[in-house]
């Protein structure tokens, strides 16, 4: 099952919980999980249904830019960064 990492932003709504393995095989299945063990985990990292535009998903040290349709495999790691903005 893919690991997940809570970031350290949004660990009040997992009751601080660092990371969970979850069977899941694209992010939108991770968040819906994340959303059901942790209530509103989803109005936190999504906006219109989207990974939120302040947000990029890491799989496997790889950033996607495919949000919600991005497949994990059984053994990925998955991180939500906050996207880094400025110029």
Do not use: W, Y
């Amino acid at each position: 099952m893919p690991t997940v990492f809570i970031p350290a932003q949004l660990r009040e709504l997992s009751g601080g919980i660092q990371s969970v393995e979850l069977d899941a095989r694209n992010v939108r299945e991770i968040v819906n999980q994340l959303e059901q063990r942790f209530p509103g985990f989803k109005d936190r990292i999504c906006t219109d249904g989207n990974i939120s535009p302040s947000l990029q998903v890491s799989i496997d040290s790889v950033m996607t830019s495919r949000g919600m349709i991005a497949k994990v495999k059984p053994h990925s790691e998955v991180h939500f960064i906050p996207a880094i903005g400025g110029g």
